[in-house]
Nanobody, 119 residues
């Protein structure tokens, strides 16, 4: 059974930093693209950042220059370094990975970690 577990969320003041981690476990053959999404209250889930196996990254315009996504494929882990946080970054952050396992190739989601940025 494949599982993704996020960590690193919490409460931080505006201008502060947090680092999120998401680790995959289970009978995994390979992991393709890894990404972070977020969902603020009353809003739809949106892509924050993604990273391919080759290290190509993609960021939402709202976080460019402030957030950095990285991955450690050997550890089956993706990270999101968040700097210069703003109150509008407050949301539940979810990781997603494209994983090939005994169940085939499919996307898996973590349960989310809450990030709260106070003004």
């Amino acid at each position: 059974q494949v599982q993704l577990v996020e960590s690193g969320g919490g409460l931080v003041q505006a201008g502060g930093s947090l680092r999120l981690s998401c680790a995959a476990s289970g009978s995994i053959f390979s992991i393709n693209t890894m990404g972070w999404y977020r969902q603020a209250p009353g809003k739809e889930r949106e892509l924050v950042a993604s990273i391919t196996t080759g290290g190509n990254t993609n960021y939402a315009d709202s976080v460019k220059g402030r957030f950095t996504i990285s991955r450690d494929s050997a550890k089956k882990t993706v990270y999101l370094q968040m700097n210069s946080l703003k109150p509008e970054d407050t949301a539940v952050y979810y990781c997603k990975m494209g994983i090939r396992s005994w169940s085939g190739a499919m996307d898996y989601w973590g349960k989310g970690t809450l990030v709260t940025v106070s003004s």
